[in-house]
């Protein structure tokens, strides 16, 4: 739930301590969400590598942690002997 009174150049205003305390969040925990926002997600490498191995086989759907582990693992072996 978002409200805000946007204006004609596309800005939103509004008070800051409203939004906060009605989505039940500190001021510090919304200004560092702003803070990172715009940056990449950390993990997204590990993320695009084991959907690339779930992508490849129907099989690889039923995957948990461990199989995907040693997936990677031995992905990362194959690839680096090359």
């Given at each position: 739930?978002?409200i805000?009174?946007?204006?004609?150049d596309?800005r939103n205003?509004?008070?800051i301590?409203?939004?906060?305390?009605?989505?039940?969040?500190?001021?510090?925990?919304f200004?560092?969400?702003?803070?990172?926002?715009?940056?990449?997600w950390?993990?997204q490498?590990?993320?695009d590598?084991?959907?690339?191995?779930?992508?490849?086989?129907?099989?690889?759907?039923d995957?948990?942690?461990?199989?995907?582990?040693?997936?990677?693992?031995?992905?990362?072996?194959?690839?680096?002997?090359?």
């Amino acid at each position: 739930m978002y409200i805000a009174i946007r204006t004609d150049d596309g800005r939103n205003i509004g008070k800051i301590s409203f939004y906060c305390s009605t989505l039940q969040v500190s001021r510090q925990a919304f200004y560092d969400y702003l803070e990172r926002k715009g940056k990449p997600w950390k993990y997204q490498p590990l993320a695009d590598a084991m959907l690339k191995i779930h992508d490849e086989d129907e099989e690889n759907a039923d995957y948990g942690r461990v199989r995907m582990y040693q997936a990677l693992k031995y992905r990362k072996e194959v690839c680096s002997s090359r």
